[in-house]
């Protein structure tokens, strides 16, 4: 008598010994596993799986480094390349801005190659032309040439954003699929934090030098993914929209606990895809069915490009980007000084993003929408206070600080990570990369809008006013997430799409906003 998947030698004995080792403290008294032994085994293949699973996400998640790497990059490298190359504050909206507008065609993309290529095909695709762009850009002699890079860079960061969320939520454990899938958006605020850091480092070089290392840097990156694609798995689901199902069991055995969990998962997956009894039903068109949906497929749309839109909307780009402006304004002049407190601005965003890693699968997905986005209104209202009434000064310029740091907390507790999970969970299968694609195009575009005009609006109506307008968007935000999200934790994506069709009502088994109010004030 053995354990399933236990393989045993010629003389009968199973591998026990080895998957033991010399950790085993049993004697073997005869063929068979003894308790302590089964207990044993089955704890170390958790663990192994567990940490196979982490490993997954944490490659998939690479290429969201260059995103937030490039945010934090730009920050300090344009005034490097403002003096350099002699460029305008229009060209400098534009040079900014144009990668989140031209990321969107990386994300509109990716949601096909995605489907054609596989979910870790898309993900290499997205590394090398990020690779590409990025080394134009670092030999640029004008802004042309600059630009030229920048189209290729969003591209590539495109299409990473778009796949990585949809992927881990494809290979995660329903049980921590929340937490996992907060790994891009960790990611880009690790990519943030180094961008920042990088400005810091590489200031002391000469103009015509400085920024071409600071985006140099960020190649490096992209090229750990090329060597993440002999580790990681192709998603289960996509293989069976392929119709290799045995493949698909093969992955789920090496991300799901227990045998009983696999078959379960896999009947899942063939129902959804509409392979059950081995035959594929006849659908309509992708995207005619995302342009004609049906009314559950719209309260998924409403919630996920709305949600996706909200996140940037709410002027986090502009306050990352343009820190340093912001700072500026308060009265902080020094250019050493200036990216200084952006560093400060980035350690903040990486360690906040901890808590939502701990506490996405504990409070679930929409107690953490209301602290956050409750918390950044209050935040964005106290910066445009700030700028307003108390001009340069000491108290000015801590309030500043205090504000900007306490947004960008707020936005990676709930925002920033819970946005990219919800559009991962949401759709059904035969839809998911090509609609969170969509999602992911209303980001791009939203934060493409918010940094191509900052600098403009900002200029005729005050930085403080720009802000208002950004507190206000926020407070919206909280209505939004009030009406319009279901709360997900602990459903399989399966169970997910089905809370949709069946129209329950979302209000009956969540927080009520009081409790919210209560967790903010805790922060």
């Known amino acids: ?170 290979i995660s454990p ?24 990088s400005n810091y480092a590489f200031s002391g070089l000469s103009v015509h030098i400085s920024w071409r290392v600071m985006l140099a840097v960020g190649i490096l990156p992209s090229v750990i993914v090329g060597f993440a694609l002999f580790i990681i798995p192709e998603s289960p689901r996509w293989l069976v929209m392929q119709n290799r199902v045995e493949e698909a069991r093969l992955v789920l055995l090496k991300t799901n606990e227990n045998e009983k969990e696999v078959e379960e998962r896999l009947e899942e997956i063939l129902v959804a895809a509409g392979m059950s009894n081995g035959e594929k039903y006849e659908e309509k068109a992708v995207w005619r069915e995302l342009l004609s949906p049906s009314p559950s497929l719209q309260r998924m749309l409403v919630t996920g490009f709305g949600i ?84 340069k000064g000491e108290l000015g310029i801590a309030l500043t600080i205090l504000s900007v740091c306490g947004n960008v907390a707020f936005f990676s507790v709930g925002l920033g990570p819970v946005c990219w999970v919800l559009t991962s969970e949401i759709f059904p299968l035969r839809l998911r990369a090509q609609a969170a694609a969509l999602g992911a195009v209303g980001n791009r575009v939203s934060s493409g809008l918010v940094t191509m005009t900052f600098l403009t609006v900002s200029r005729k109506i005050t930085v403080g006013g720009t802000f208002f307008i950004f507190s206000f968007i926020s407070a919206f935000a909280v209505l939004f997430v009030y009406k319009f999200v279901p709360e997900t934790k602990g459903k399989s994506l399966e169970q997910i799409e089905l809370l949709f069709k069946n129209e329950l009502d979302w209000q009956e088994s969540e927080i009520e906003m009081g409790d919210a109010e209560q967790l903010v004030e805790k922060q």
């Open 308 to 391: 996706q839109c909200f996140q940037m909307i709410t002027g986090i780009d502009a306050t990352v980007y343009y820190s340093p402006e912001i700072f500026k304004q308060a009265g902080i002049e020094n250019n050493s000084k200036l990216l200084a407190a952006t560093v400060a601005v980035g350690v903040t965003k990486t360690v906040f993003i901890l808590f939502a890693i701990f506490l996405i699968d504990k409070l679930g997905r929409k107690p953490l929408l209301y602290v956050s986005t409750i918390g950044m209104t209050v935040c964005l209202f106290s910066l445009a206070l700030g700028q307003t009434l108390l001009g």
């Open 1 to 170: 008598m053995g354990l399933v998947g236990v393989p045993e030698n010629g003389n009968g004995e199973t591998g026990v010994s080895l998957a033991l080792g010399s950790k085993n403290k049993y004697r073997r008294m005869d063929s068979e596993l003894t308790e302590d032994d089964a207990d044993y085994l089955r704890e170390e293949r958790k663990n192994t799986i567990r940490k196979y699973v982490f490993a997954c996400a944490v490659f998939a998640s690479l290429n969201n480094v260059l995103l937030g790497y490039d945010v934090g990059v730009m920050s300090g490298a344009v005034i490097f390349i403002q003096e350099d190359l002699k460029i305008t504050d229009v060209q400098v909206e534009v040079l900014i801005g144009i990668l989140s507008i031209i990321s969107l065609l990386g994300s509109l993309a990716g949601g096909k190659t995605s489907d054609v290529l596989g979910r870790k095909w898309t993900m290499a695709l997205a590394a090398l032309i990020f690779q590409v762009g990025a080394a134009v850009m670092t030999i640029a002699p004008s802004f042309e040439i600059l630009m030229a890079g920048r189209v290729l860079a969003g591209v590539g960061i495109g299409l990473g954003v778009m796949i990585a969320p949809v992927y881990i939520a494809e």
């Open 174 to 197: 329903t049980i921590s699929r929340g937490s996992l899938t907060s790994f891009p958006e960790i990611f880009i605020n690790v990519g943030i934090l180094l961008g920042y850091v």
